[in-house]
């Protein structure tokens, strides 16, 4: 029945999805083909997701998807977004670091950072400024799609004169029209109570699918959403991180150690030329995210084996992990990855998982994954496995070469007692060789073209524990649900209190805030009769 219901869901998004197409066709394109940009016409009939992005932002109702999708577009080709580079940007607005990709949240989303503080009102660089929102999200958007952003305001040291109306309206509209779905939640953190009037005004223009995402943050707070690795010092975070430019804060996605250890190269020279290469290959596109000493990186390819030992080595290492179920169809290969382990007393319908997702668990099975890359290509194709954890995992191999229609099986597992977090990640990076052994892999990814690369990103699911959740079915049923009731209502109790005395304090500091400004008031009107009287004697 499950599956039914799931199989007619599916048919309604197709209609809806076609629905649109065909009405945004009929009744905006024909009227005038120099509304849009073109690109993001042709997008719209090729991607189902984007499609999908609207409609679900808009609760399925097409005519306010239509309307969104409309606002959107214009937006884009009034900005040129599609044509957006870090050249079109004026350098000082990198350099200032009022706004930046950095870190991620406990869930795993990305942050995108506004330091209030360093923001000032002016009307003549209004529109470069928003052209540089719009770069951030336009370049976060092409390097992982469907991935939400948590956005933090920064309101530390911030004033009156640091809030213009206008820029964050702009801001809001982004995730409200033209980036459906990207908001994962809006952190303001230490916001001056002077501010409370103003963020009022935010609030009205947020509309419901997007005012429950608004979150209010102290320094002590704040912790709840994001860990202490990915706040700044000041926050009461660890994180080491420094805002230079340039280059462009990134992932920092690099090698990972083989299974087998480390690979150490002959001499210190073809070391320093390994991590040369890295930072050619990757340039501002993959920049260090954190200010620590890199890591030393190094491939595989002086450890080809046999083919013989290859087939005993492959089903030693593949055992335990699970297979892969899901496919992402690149140029130049195909990218498969493992799903999670299926409970049937919990989810009696097995999903694939995404084609993006590497699922890691507490259990010995569930410490491993595996990815299948295939060469869809006639040419040999060199791949490598990067990612921002290498202290954690252990991948083999980590850099090879794939013959032209063959498969090549990569294991991902844990190192020692590691375990996987939402904010890893992992990138496959594969380029098309013509007649090169593997023996100059090195040589090769030093001169190879950047356009040329082909990139598929994967980020890590954390497999829930199965547990408690057996641990529940032994218990007495009579039992736990009495207990679980009881402290369901002191839990209430608790909460009702809270909330009493929290709107008490409320109350007082509104009350405080009257009698301040009229006081100031009192101040001006004193100041203004001194200066009458002054005026008037002289």
Not at 402 to 419: F, N, Y
Not at 470 to 499: H, K
């Amino acid at each position: 029945m499950a599956e039914l219901e799931q199989h007619e869901g599916a048919q309604d998004l197709e209609k809806k999805i076609e629905e649109t197409r065909l009405r945004f066709n009929n009744e905006f394109v024909q009227d005038s083909t120099e509304k849009y940009d073109s690109r993001d016409v042709e997008r719209l009939q090729t991607d189902d997701a984007l499609v999908e992005g609207y409609l679900t932002w808009r609760v399925y109702v097409v005519d306010d998807a239509l309307k969104m999708i409309d606002d959107s577009f214009q937006w884009r080709k009034e900005f040129g977004v599609n044509d957006l580079t870090e050249s079109s940007i004026p350098r000082w607005m990198f350099e200032t670091g009022a706004v930046y990709l950095h870190g991620y949240d406990k869930e795993g989303n990305k942050l995108f950072w506004f330091k209030v503080k360093l923001h000032s009102k002016d009307t003549k660089t209004i529109v470069d400024k928003k052209k540089y929102v719009a770069f951030w999200l336009e370049r976060y958007a092409k390097k992982e799609p469907g991935m939400p952003l948590t956005v933090v305001f920064d309101m530390a040291e911030s004033g009156l004169s640091n809030i213009d109306m206008e820029f964050v309206k702009y801001i809001i509209n982004c995730f409200k029209v033209y980036y459906p779905k990207f908001l994962s939640k809006m952190i303001i953190v230490d916001m001056p109570w002077i501010m409370n009037a103003a963020w009022k005004i935010v609030k009205s223009w947020l509309g419901p699918e997007a005012i429950s995402k608004l979150k209010f943050a102290s320094r002590s707070d704040v912790h709840t959403f994001i860990s202490p690795e990915y706040l700044p010092t000041h926050m009461g975070g660890t994180d080491p991180f420094k805002y230079s430019y340039p280059p462009l804060p990134d992932d920092d996605f690099q090698t990972p150690i083989s299974e087998n250890g480390p690979i150490v190269s002959e001499d210190d020279t073809e070391s320093k030329e390994g991590e040369l290469e890295v930072k050619d290959a990757l340039e501002s596109s993959f920049n260090s995210e954190i200010a620590v000493k890199p890591k030393k990186v190094n491939f595989l390819e002086d450890s080809v084996k046999s083919e013989d030992s290859d087939k005993t080595d492959t089903s030693a290492r593949t055992k335990g992990a699970r297979k892969p179920l899901t496919t992402f169809k690149g140029p130049l290969l195909d990218v498969r990855c493992s799903e999670g382990p299926h409970n049937p007393v919990l989810s009696p319908a097995p999903t694939a998982a995404p084609a993006e997702e590497l699922s890691f668990g507490s259990g010995e099975t569930e410490k491993k994954c595996l990815i299948i890359l295939s060469n869809v290509t006639k040419n040999q194709v060199a791949f490598k496995v990067r990612t921002t954890a290498p202290e954690k995992y252990r991948v083999k191999p980590s850099s090879s070469c794939c013959e032209p229609g063959a498969s090549i099986e990569i294991v991902v597992s844990l190192h020692g007692g590691s375990q996987a977090s939402p904010q890893d990640r992992f990138l496959v990076m594969a380029a098309e060789m013509d007649n090169v052994g593997s023996q100059e892999l090195a040589q090769f990814w030093k001169e190879v073209p950047k356009a040329k690369i082909m990139e598929h990103r994967l980020r890590c699911h954390i497999l829930e524990s199965f547990k408690p959740a057996v641990s529940f079915l032994r218990d007495s049923p009579v039992d736990t649900g009495t207990s679980g009731q009881q402290e369901l209502d002191i839990m209430l109790m608790r909460m009702t209190a809270c909330n009493s005395r929290l709107e008490q304090k409320l109350n007082t500091c509104l009350w405080l805030q009257k009698v301040l400004t009229v006081l100031v008031l009192v101040l001006v009107a004193l100041n203004l009769l001194c200066l009458y009287l002054l005026g008037k004697a002289s």
